[in-house]
């Protein structure tokens, strides 16, 4: 069709909730389109404004921001003065992919964590699958400088074979504290397969 459509990310239109964030897909003539002269060539850039969450110790909050550069997904932090202290690009998997939902949590007394739902985009080639991978993103003592990310597992596919047949996969996201230890695990549970992630510290994670 000709047709340049640049994909962006939105808060959801109800009242900002500083332990959870969805981004859903806006296709509109009016969003910002500039041409990106830094480092790398992107042709297009789009991206989501100021999202604040208190992630620090002190009373002013940070931001979030996601961003696409033409088929790349990025996430930045930035502190209450508005300057970027932290950057992280997904792995893409295929075409639509997105964020599509931040929760914030507490695993312990320490330590924070904001779980990302990412759509790793679908491919059609032969067959069409699509998957969403969770990324684990934990804030130790409340020091933004222990900021770390950590690539979680794959929680929902979609399917359609060759024979036209659709089907979708999902797991359940819990927080619990299995061993009485005072930090939370997160299990991922299935109706055949559970996985159990343990939280070490310093971005650090054991799963079983």
């Not at 830094?38 to 940070?62: C, H, M, V």
């Not at 696409?68 to 792995?91: A, M, P, T, V």
């Not at 996201?173 to 070490?200: A, C, H, M, Q, S």
Request: with cysteine; glycine share 6%; aromatic share 14%.
């Amino acid at each position: 069709m000709g047709k340049i459509i640049i994909l962006l990310f939105i808060i959801s239109t109800q009242a900002f909730c500083q332990d959870e964030l969805y981004f859903r897909e806006l296709f509109s003539g009016d969003l910002t389109r500039k041409k990106d002269k830094i480092k790398k060539d992107y042709k297009w850039r789009a991206n989501t404004p100021f999202y604040q969450i208190d992630l620090g110790s002190n009373k002013w909050p940070e931001s979030i921001v996601v961003e696409k550069k033409d088929g790349e997904d990025w996430l930045y932090i930035h502190n209450d003065q508005k300057k970027r202290i932290f950057s992280f690009q997904f792995d893409v998997n295929g075409k639509e992919s997105q964020v599509y939902k931040i929760t914030k949590q507490k695993l312990s007394l320490k330590s924070d964590i904001l779980i990302i739902y990412y759509y790793e985009g679908n491919t059609s080639y032969l067959k069409f699958n699509g998957t969403v991978r969770l990324y684990f993103l934990t804030i130790d003592n409340r020091k933004l400088d222990s900021i770390s990310i950590h690539k979680g597992p794959v929680i929902w596919e979609e399917r359609k074979n060759l024979d036209q047949k659709y089907f979708q996969k999902g797991h359940l996201v819990e927080l619990i504290d299995f061993n009485k230890d005072l930090i939370k695990e997160i299990r991922i549970r299935g109706k055949i397969t559970k996985n159990i992630y343990f939280y070490k510290g310093r971005g650090k994670w054991i799963s079983i």
